[in-house]
Each structure stands twice: as C-alpha cells, then as structure tokens.
C-alpha cells in the first residue's frame, strides 16, 4: 500500500531530487525504406507498389533505421515524387472497376524457374525439387485465387507433392494424381496479396529419383493462373475516407480544410499549422480555378503533404539546437518515437489523441500506451525489423548454398527456414516468456519441410509445435536459418559463428586482424575436418589472438553443415564440436555453449543494448551506460521478457528527454 507523507514534513525532508542522465541527442531522422512504406499504408490504406526502386538503407550499428546512416541525396526526392504521385492517385481513384483474369504458359519467358527445364512447348518439367517464380503487379490489395494446371511423372511409394507460394510462404501442399497431361488437374489456393508487385510460386517439394531401375518423379506445370480480388469489386473505399465532405462552387476552401487538417495530423504527426494548412487548400484550388475536378486538387495536395519534410523525416525541434540544455520531448514527439519503435509506422488516433491531451509527459502514461502497442498486430513489425537485423532472419533470404555442396537445399526449405525463425520470435510477442529462451527454448514452430530436414519423426503437418530437444536443437543457434545465414556456401564458418555470438549476444567485437595477416585459404584437396584444417591458420601467432577468441563458440555448433543438418562428420573424420573459452570454460556442443553464454553476465545488457539502439534509432554512445545500467536492471527484475524489456526503455529519460547538438 503507498503512504502519502503529510505535507510539512515532505516540506522539511531534505530529499534529493532524481538524478538526470544526459540523454544525448539523435540526428535529424529520416524515414527509412520500410517506415516510409509503412507509413504510406497506414496513412492512406496504400501498399507503395515501387517500393524495391527506393534506395536501400545501409545497416549502422546493425540496423538500417539508424538515423545516423539514413543519407538524403537527389535520388530520394526523385523517387519520393514519383511515389507521392503515384499513392495519391491510387488513394483518390474511383474505384475497382475491373477483376484480373490473367494466365501465363510455364514455359514462357513471362516467369523463371529455380529447377527443370522445358517440355516442348507443352509445359515446364520440375524434375526436381524446385520452383516456377511468377512477379505480377496487381492493382489492388484483397484475396485473389492463384491456381495452376500440373500432372506428374509418378514413382516411389508418394504422389509428386506441388505446393503453390505467395510472397515467400508456401500456402498449400497438394499431391498430385495425374498422370499424364489429358489427365492434367487444376490445384488453386486463395491467397492475400498487397498492391504491387507480389511473387507467386508452383513448387515440386519431394522428388524422388533412383539411378539403378530409372525410376524418376517429376512434376509438370502447363500454366499459372491469377484472377481477383474475389472479395469485392467497387467503390475504392480509401477515396471516401479521404473525403470527408463534397464541396459547392462556393465552399472549395472549407471543404478542402474540412480534409486536410485532419490528413496532416496524421501525416505530420503533430498538428499542422494555419499556414500549413492553408498552404495546402491553395493547392486544391488550384486546378479547381483552372477547371479540374476537386478530386484533382486533394490529389495534389496529398502529393504535397507526402513530400512534406514533416511527414519524411521525424522531426524533432530543439529551441536552442547548439545548447547543452536537456528539454522533455514534447507529446507527439514521444508518439512518433514509440510507433516508429514498435511499429516502425506512425501513431494511430489512440495515441495522437494521448499526444493532444498531453498524456505523454507522465512515464506510467508511456509504459501503458507501449505495452498496448505491444498488443497490436502491427507490432510485428518487430519481428521483420529488430529481428530480423539482430537474429539474421534476413540473412536467410541473402544465403547461397552451393547445390554440389548441399544438394537438398532448394527455395521452399529456405521459406521454411525463415518462417521457423520469424514465428519463433513473434512467440515472445504474443506471451511473457523469458527472453533467455531465445537460446534455450527447446520447443519450435516446424512444418514438415523442416521436420525432414531435422529428422523429427512423427510431426503432425503444417505449422506446428514440436519439442526439438532431442534432435539436439534448440533456441536461435539450433535453427537451419541462422546456421545457414552464418555459412559460407559451401562449409561451415565457425568464424562467422563465433563473431556472431560475440557482438549480437554479448556486445564484445573481436580484435580487428593485423593488416599483414591473410585469411583463411581453403586448400581443395584438403582431407579431414574443417577444424582441423584451421589449426594451421590458428596457429600462427599474429592470428591466435583474434580466432581463439570467436572460434571456439563456433566451434561447438560443428555437428551443424551449412545449411543446419545435423553430421557426425567432416571430411571423413568425426566431428570435435567442444570448445574452450578463453576463460578455460569447456564448451561441449550446441547444448553446452547455450548453457555457457546464459551463464555469462555480458548476456543480458547486450540484449537490453540491442533493443535500446534499436529503439533510439541512433548509434551507442558513453552517456548510454548509465541509462543501459537502469534499463538492464529493470529487465532482470522484469523476469527477462520483451515488454519488461520495451517498458524500461520507453520510460527511461534518454527516450524522453533530449538535448541540442553540443557536446
């Protein structure tokens, strides 16, 4: 129960008020790629159809929202216009007037394949386990029916498996029984595509081949079909929520206010002034006074809104920019730092009306707002941007296996691979658990692809959660995406490995390598393991320093190739998977370097570090010890989960607080 402490004696208590860190202070920000996108969307209801022609944004510290590394230069103006042109004008088209009804020949040159080749002129033979990859822009976001006409040459003891893919994701796993092509079958499946580009994919997932008795299964596509949306086709709804009213020859301007106040609210995230505003009803009257729609003039200005400098970049005003003076963000600064945090999108209208009430000022007020946002579906954005930069989810769309190397590997195991590590982060998410059991986590997400490949038996079907434990595996550094990720194409890096674990688990980069040194050459005739090939390499002292380092925690996750199946050996000799710390810790095997790096007190304020920068949006800097201090506290207190981790960071001064540019 809290005590009030009556107020003569508070009056004669000599307590001291609460220490302010300095906050530092953050570079000017601009939208990154994926917030711009984001933003459009939740502004206007438009997916930016061009948005691979934006530059991408360089990584700094790991994350490519880093406002420091966030560049501005005449490419990105040229290419924000052609995009503010185009989003207003899908937000202010009439409508959806005609459904897509477009097919294409597998054979043609209008899609790629991953495997196969031509049969004639008749269809594309997937003759082994690959995919037939079709990119098609469509008009509108909804539900659209993707189908395809297969047979398959039939052998071994299972039908040809085809699946069909929308945007990465396998959607549906269908055994083919045709035979032949007069036998030929339709598979369809619905599919949620954005508007603009999307990829759509016929796979073969289990080709079957048997070089004795020439026994071979194949499946043959003849074509791949799009027709939608399915869910309805009329009026653009994103058009009336725009407009909020119908002008009168006589009441342009008012009407024109009456919808762009509110729109450049929500774009600016503050509210926009009377010369903003104004600013923009001249723009709608413009083509109005030159005999052009009204219509034209709110697409004008909503181009205008969208080059605003307050809607691309987060704009933070110091009164004083070159003064040391901490000053408190003002509300709806704290609404875009939290969104763009855990959204990587603008505030909603719950959050913009706290700014305006000026809810923002009180930490609890924060903590409450944050934790909603954690509720939100929109917070798995977290997932693509934390971590899929921090765990390398992305890197498994970036890794080559060499096919001679790792013959089983093809694109719906690398979808797997993702969708494994992306549903297991979103699980920290969804509950409370300790976000140690980022490693040591023994239960996953698997389907049946990556049952296969993990030699799990017994696994239901689709996405389903399975103890993983006794295949050995276990939390991040189990999953065949993040050992792939951190392979070379074809072997293991237990360098790549160990420097991983040290800067993404425990903030601690390895010495740089001496300029003479040379790297690692691999030797083609070499026999016997991969560790012991590196001995030679490892033994020169100029080298030893760097690798005893790292590669020991590499080491130990040996008994994983490089696409994460498990091996007894390498080269012919068995595999030596322990490794020894500098510290003398023994590290036996996967399940013994987790056991070692949870035991390791550099663990926990790293993780707090990841999300800290992560949440700043600005490179680490000496006056973020003492924050990071009080935040990791917090985080153990908290029982090591995500929204204990978000709260401390959310109400901590450096994410409410800042201070002008001078040292």
């Known amino acids: 129960m809290r005590r009030l402490i009556p107020l003569p004696l508070l009056l004669l208590c000599a307590c001291p008020a609460p220490v302010q860190h300095d906050p530092a202070t953050i570079s000017t920000h601009r939208l990154s790629r994926i917030e711009y996108v984001n933003t459009v969307r939740d502004l206007l209801g438009v997916e930016v159809a061009d948005a691979a022609d934006l530059p991408p944004d360089d990584p700094t510290e790991g994350y490519d929202h880093v406002a420091e590394g966030l560049a501005t230069s005449p490419l990105h103006v040229e290419l924000w216009e052609h995009v503010a042109r185009q989003v207003a004008g899908d937000a202010m088209a009439e409508g959806i007037m005609e459904p897509l009804d477009e097919v294409v020949e597998a054979e043609s040159g209008a899609v790629q394949a991953t495997a196969g080749g031509a049969h004639g002129e008749i269809a594309w033979n997937l003759n082994t386990n ?232 009180d930490a609890e007020s924060v903590r409450v707002q944050a934790l909603r946002m954690l509720d939100d579906p929109r917070a798995d954005a977290l997932a693509e941007g934390f971590a899929g930069q921090w765990l390398f989810i992305r890197g498994v769309a970036d890794a080559i296996p060499d096919p001679w190397a790792f013959a089983d590997f093809d694109e719906a195991l690398r979808d797997s691979m993702a969708g494994e590590m992306r549903l297991f982060f979103e699980s920290f998410l969804r509950t409370d658990r300790s976000l140690r059991e980022l490693l040591s986590a023994t239960e996953g997400a698997i389907d049946e692809r990556l049952a296969a490949h993990y030699e799990v038996d017994g696994h239901p079907g689709g996405w389903a959660t399975v103890d993983l434990g006794d295949a050995g595996r276990g939390g991040v550094l189990g999953q065949a995406g993040w050992l792939t990720a951190t392979s070379y194409p074809a072997r293991t890096s237990p360098v790549r490995r160990g420097k991983w674990v040290m800067e993404q688990l425990l903030c601690t980069s390895p010495p740089p390598p001496p300029p003479e040194v040379e790297s690692f050459v691999e030797d083609p005739d070499a026999t016997g393991t991969l560790r012991e090939r590196f001995e030679a390499h490892r033994a020169d002292p100029t080298c030893a320093a760097c690798h005893q380092s790292m590669d020991e925690y590499g080491f130990a996750l040996e008994a994983f190739d490089g696409i994460g199946q498990g091996r007894d050996t390498d080269g012919g000799a068995p595999i030596d998977d322990v490794g020894l710390l500098p510290d003398g810790t023994l590290v036996p095997g996967h399940e013994g370097l987790v056991a070692a790096l949870l035991a390791d007190p550099r663990l926990e304020p790293c993780i707090a570090r990841q999300l800290y920068v992560y949440a700043l949006g600005r490179v680490h800097v000496t006056e973020d010890a003492l924050h990071l201090r009080a935040i990791t506290e917090q985080f153990v207190d908290g029982g090591h989960s995500l929204s204990a981790l978000v709260s401390a960071i959310v109400t901590a001064d450096s994410f409410r607080l800042r201070r002008g540019g001078a040292p």
């Open 130 to 361: 690959g995919e037939i990859v079709w990119e098609r822009s469509v008009p509108h976001a909804g539900r659209y029916r993707f189908s395809a006409r297969v047979w398959g040459q039939q052998a071994g003891p299972d039908l040809a498996l085809a699946t069909l893919a929308a945007n990465g994701l396998v959607v549906a796993s269908t055994p083919v029984e045709a035979r032949s092509v007069s036998e030929a079958e339709e598979i369809a499946v619905e599919v949620e595509l954005h508007e603009g580009l999307n990829t759509l994919a016929v796979g073969f997932a289990n080709d079957y081949w048997v070089e004795a008795t020439g026994e071979d299964r194949n499946l043959f596509v003849d074509w791949l079909r799009l027709e939608g949306p399915t869910d309805g086709i009329g009026p653009n709804p994103r058009r009336a929520a725009i407009l909020r009213c119908e002008p009168a020859d006589s009441s342009v301007a008012a009407c024109a206010e009456q919808i762009l106040r509110p729109l450049a609210r929500r774009a600016f995230r503050r509210p926009p002034t009377d010369e903003e505003v104004a600013s923009l009803v001249q723009l709608v009257q413009l083509p109005v006074a030159e005999g052009d729609g009204f219509d034209d003039g709110v697409e004008l200005a909503i181009t205008a809104l969208l080059l605003s400098p307050s809607f691309l970049f987060q704009v933070e005003v110091d009164p004083a920019p070159g003064s040391d003076v901490v000053r408190p963000l003002t509300d709806w600064e704290i609404a875009s730092r939290l969104s763009y945090f855990l959204w990587s999108s603008m505030p909603d209208d719950t959050l913009l009306d706290a700014a305006a009430a000026g809810e923002l000022q």
